[in-house]
Structures are given as C-alpha cells and as structure tokens.
C-alpha cells in the first residue's frame, strides 16, 4: 500500500504557495482527489477559486481543460459534437473539454440548467454519450466546478441532481489581512502558480485512491454514518435531506482523511469533521425555514449534536491484534 499520507503532505505543500492562509480548504481539495471525487467551490469573486483549481491541475501530472460556462453555452459545448468528414465520406467526434482528467467547470452556475445537466452522466458514471455513441473518460477523472453565491446577478441555480453528484463543497473566505499581505508580496514579480511544478505522478494518484477504499469502517461508525443522514431527512426544516448518495461520499471522504492523518481506520471524528462540506450541499431548506435565515450547514450541526457518537473499538480486528 503506497504511503497516502506522505503523498496528500506532497500535494498539500505544493498547494499552499500558491493558495495562502487556506489549510483547510486545501486539505478538503485533497481528500477530494483521494476520492476522485467531484469538489464545488463556492464564494465571492477575487478569493481564488479558479486559482485553487488550476494549482491543483499544475500540481498534478494529468491532462487538464478548462471550461468557462456562460448564458449562451449549449451541451455540446460541453460534451463534444460529431462533424461529418466529406474526405472520409463519415461523421468524426470533436471531443469536448469534459473529456479531460482534471476539468475546472468555471462559474458553472452562469450557464443554463439544460447545459449544466450536460455534466450529469460524466460526473457520476464517467462517460459522455454523443448521437448514442458512448466515450469513456479517463483515469483520473475529477470535475473542479467553481460558482458564484446564486443572489449575484446572471447566475442560474445548481439542479439538486448535479448538487449531488459532487462530493463536498467548501468555501475559501477572505483572507486575514497578514496573509493578504503576504499575497501583495508574492505576487509582485511573478505569480506563484508559474513557477509551480507537478509533484506527483498519474500511476500514484490511481494508486492511492485504489489504497483508500481499503481504509476500514467499523459497523459502528458505518452506522453513525446512516443515522446522521437519516436525521436530516427528517427534519422539519428540510424540504429534502441528504440522500444515500450522501452516506456513501461521508464514508468515502472518511476513509480519506484518515488515510491523510496516517490512521487505516475511520473515527467518529473523521464523520464529524466532514457531515458540513460533504452534507450541507445536498439539503434543501424548507421555505418556512429559509424565512427563519436556516442554512443547510446550520441543519447538518443540529443533526449530529442529536445524534450519539459509538463508542468502543474502531480498528479492524488484524489491527488491534497486531498493536497488542
């Protein structure tokens, strides 16, 4: 099994010249690419979201496409389009930027929803359909998507299909005024992003998300995970909770952020750190709620204060015998 930890430090390091002051959210970026999951970025302009995507793609030795949606934009735009050669006498696909390893969707809630659905098959069965003729996509295949807060003028709503299709959303913030300072500095000369070098390879990166699926989760914690997401659907407050496709993402970014952290087990911990940026997303408040200014991340706390934490032994049994 290759060393998870030592690999997510690389990345992380190589991350944080470019995007100051943002820890967390670099380490969210992370366990999303340990996932290969989906990971949607939401803020105000100017905070570095694009700018977060591309460091990762410049990190990482994998193809990478960029696709700048706007109003006007049609799914073929997306996905690609088949033209008819008259030299070969025979229709030819132009493939699309989705088809790519690394895509950083940028402002995806500017284009319309047909247009944003376009990405609904790629996200989550890895493949493009073009006049019935199927395109695998490859290996490593994650979708970057960076929108704006939906109250900004000229954006369209995310539909709740693709909000769940992507693993967990985080929000960058602004930066304390000692790392703005430091951006003024760095960024004087020459950007950072130029200077940065890919510090990992594509075999590792297909390796180490093989050597997550094998982290263990305990009965207990896959439990905990259960009745967390069972809590939000049953809130008053919720119009539509967080489905199992949620449950399974929970456990998925679990099993990376233990990996990160060293541990080849889940905690409660992991669960608990992770139910907002992989949860929060995938709720939709009540009307009444929304009113009462009820965010989703507001939801997703009050479900697991309510919700008992397992006790006992969380390591596999092979573990505990091997650390006795």
């Not at 060393?3 to 990345?11: L, N």
């Amino acid at each position: 099994m290759m060393d998870i930890k030592a690999f997510s430090e690389q990345v992380t390091e190589n991350l944080g010249k470019v995007i100051v002051g943002k820890q967390q959210s670099i380490e969210l970026i992370v366990i999303g690419l340990l996932c290969q999951g989906h990971v949607l970025i939401e803020d105000v302009p100017g905070v570095g979201k694009t700018m977060l995507a591309r460091s990762l793609a410049r990190s990482l030795d994998c193809a990478f496409n960029r696709i700048q949606f706007t109003p006007d934009m049609l799914p073929s735009d997306v996905t690609g389009v088949s033209i008819y050669n008259q030299q070969k006498n025979k229709f030819e696909f132009r493939p699309g930027p989705v088809i790519g390893q690394i895509v950083l969707a940028d402002e995806i809630n500017r284009a319309t929803p047909k247009t944003q659905a376009a990405l609904l098959e790629a996200m989550e069965e890895r493949q493009v359909t073009v006049d019935g003729v199927t395109h695998i996509l490859p290996k490593p295949f994650m979708v970057m998507a960076t929108q704006n807060p939906i109250e900004y003028e000229g954006t369209f709503p995310l539909p709740e299909a693709q909000l769940d299709r992507f693993l967990l959303r985080l929000r960058l913030g602004y930066p304390s005024m000692s790392d703005e300072i430091r951006v003024l500095g760095d960024q004087q000369i020459q950007h950072p992003l130029e200077t940065l070098q890919p510090v990992v390879k594509t075999k590792d990166i297909l390796q180490v998300t093989e050597d997550v699926r094998h982290i263990y989760i305990s009965p207990a914690v896959k439990r905990y995970i259960v009745e967390l997401t069972t809590r939000t659907r049953q809130s008053e407050d919720v119009y539509l909770g967080a489905s199992p496709r949620g449950s399974l993402a929970l456990a998925r970014a679990g099993q990376a952020r233990a990996a990160m952290l060293g541990r080849d087990h889940v905690l409660p911990d992991d669960i608990q750190a992770l139910a907002g940026p992989v949860l929060a997303h995938r709720i939709i408040v009540s009307p009444a709620a929304r009113l009462r200014d009820l965010s989703s991340e507001r939801i997703v706390k009050e479900a697991i204060h309510a919700t008992s934490v397992p006790g006992g032994e969380f390591a596999s049994e092979p573990a505990r015998k091997k650390s006795k």
